[in-house]
């Protein structure tokens, strides 16, 4: 797969198909292009006479040696991508099982990733499942009743689940595209994916929660 980057895309051009407007960004023909995906999209509106979208778009082609050789020298930048690594290390099973404290972020991905590579996670949370949680949240803000476990911070789901769920990183690893593939096949938006400012929202964030929970239950 190749990943073309800093496609500027007009506000008309949007409309258009990826193939298309990737084959006339490159000037290749439309049926070289077998298959295009948005990985990234941004708006640039420094010029407020040319606020554009400028894409990042995987295309799948026959030869992508060649593409990428007829490019070599151009000023426009693409890249040889291989999409299905898998980050997962097959072990032995382990003597004991492992235990995880807390599903927050780092305990769910740490559960999923565990139970993906073969083992069989014990995980253990403090507070309580999302939907009991949101009782007791309620209860706080409504009637300054705190239940020191499940609360804002502790509980299913971590210390953001009831933020509006944007999702912030400060690194840069190819990693969080998975992290981002995980929470999209439990129901978060597909334009997590590509946006450059993803954000999942509060009530599907509740929702992705609970069926990362489920998907490791089974
Ligand atoms: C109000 C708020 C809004 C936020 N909004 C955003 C946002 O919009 N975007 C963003 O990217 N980040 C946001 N964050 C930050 C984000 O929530 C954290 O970076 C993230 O939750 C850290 O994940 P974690 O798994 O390391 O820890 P936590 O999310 O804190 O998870 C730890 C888990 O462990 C459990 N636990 C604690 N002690 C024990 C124990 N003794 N036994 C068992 N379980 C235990 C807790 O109940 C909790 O579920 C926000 C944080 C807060 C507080």
């Excluded at 799948?60 to 299905?84: A, G, Y």
């Excluded at 403090?126 to 020191?148: A, P, S, T």
């Excluded at 590509?194 to 964030?205: Q, V």
Aim: charged share 30%; hydrophobic share 35%; aromatic share 8%.
């Amino acid at each position: 797969m190749l990943r073309i980057y800093n496609i500027p895309v007009s506000l008309d051009e949007k409309k258009e198909s990826l193939g298309k407007i990737v084959s006339k960004y490159l000037g290749l023909p439309k049926n070289k292009i077998k298959d295009a995906f948005l990985f990234k999209a941004s708006i640039d509106a420094r010029d407020k006479n040319n606020i554009h979208f400028v894409y990042c778009i995987d295309i799948i082609t026959d030869n992508e040696t060649k593409v990428l050789k007829k490019f070599n020298k151009s000023k426009k930048k693409i890249v040889l991508v291989k999409d299905n690594k898998s980050y997962i290390n097959k072990y032995k099973t382990l003597k004991t099982r492992p235990l995880v404290i807390g599903f927050g972020p780092a305990g769910m991905f740490a559960g999923l990733t565990l139970a993906k590579a073969g083992q069989n996670p014990i995980i253990i949370e403090r507070g309580n499942d999302v939907d009991k949680r949101k009782e007791q949240v309620y209860n706080f803000w409504n009637n300054r009743i705190l239940n020191v476990d499940s609360n804002v911070q502790f509980g299913e789901g971590g210390a953001g689940t009831f933020s509006d769920g944007k999702l912030n990183t400060g690194i840069n690893d190819e990693r969080c595209r998975q992290v981002l593939k995980e929470f999209v096949e439990a129901g978060a938006p597909k334009e997590i994916l590509y946006l450059a400012k993803p954000h999942i929202g509060t009530d599907n964030l509740h929702e992705v929660v609970k069926n990362i929970r489920k998907k490791l239950l089974h």
